[in-house]
T-cell receptor, first 112, second 114 residues
């Protein structure tokens, strides 16, 4: 039973660069969620997919952020023109039909 | 979403029971209470959930007040590995019978002393 995996685990980038993160959910899960967590705070919801359809997006997801799940399996989260305020842990979770969510280890982003 | 209130921090000694409280006075009658925890440098981990009656699993027990306005997560014998941030979450149903996003608060930082 492989859990949710995320790559890379760490990313350091310069302000203005684009970054892309990947999430591989638990194989039979049809829902995939993205959250962001800054230091000392709880995770904040960004968006979620059911299969390949993006069903909800948070106001936190500015137009510099885009998420895809093209075949209903893995998902990518891209941040364009990164800003220092984007520095955070990006967490992915998956579930079957909105039941218990299982989280990956996260991708820690540092924007210099 | 229902609002939750948890203590910022709690401390325990190893092998002693820990009772982590949560107030959720605005929860709707059909929403389950979920508990997650987050160990240092890891993603959140599901612990337990329940609706009205008390629930037990291999990780913990959940005691839910009769009026459902509060609940208590019980770790029967705390270990050093239980040191984490514990989140009480009444998730919002997404229009059907399933849950969408989780709304995390600040949670309770549990420190376990050897």
């Amino acid at each position: 039973d492989t859990g949710v995996s995320q790559n890379p685990r760490h990313k350091i980038t310069k302000r203005g660069q684009n970054v892309t993160f990947r999430c591989d959910p638990i194989s039979e899960h049809n829902r995939l969620y993205w959250y962001r967590q800054t230091l000392g705070q709880g995770p904040e919801f960004l968006t979620y997919f059911q299969n390949e359809a993006q069903l909800e997006k948070s106001r936190l997801l500015s137009d510099r952020f885009s998420a895809e799940r093209p075949k209903g399996s893995f998902s990518t989260l891209e941040i364009q023109r990164t800003e220092q305020g984007d520095s955070a842990m990006y967490l992915c979770a998956s579930s079957w039909a909105g039941e218990t969510q299982y989280f990956g280890p996260g991708t820690r982003l540092l924007v210099l | 979403d229902a609002k939750t209130t948890q203590p910022n921090s709690m401390e325990s000694n190893e092998e002693e029971p820990v009772h982590l409280p949560c107030n959720h006075s605005t929860i709707s009658g059909t929403d389950y209470i979920h508990w997650y925890r987050q160990l240092p440098s890891q993603g959140p981990e599901y612990v337990i959930h329940g609706l009205t009656s008390n629930v037990n699993n291999r990780m913990a027990s959940l005691a839910i007040a009769e009026d459902r306005k509060s609940s208590t997560l019980i770790l029967h014998r705390a270990t050093l590995r239980d040191a984490a941030v514990y989140y009480c979450i009444p998730p919002r149903r997404d229009g059907g019978t399933s849950y969408g996003k989780l709304t995390f608060g600040q949670g309770t930082i549990l420190t376990v002393h050897p």
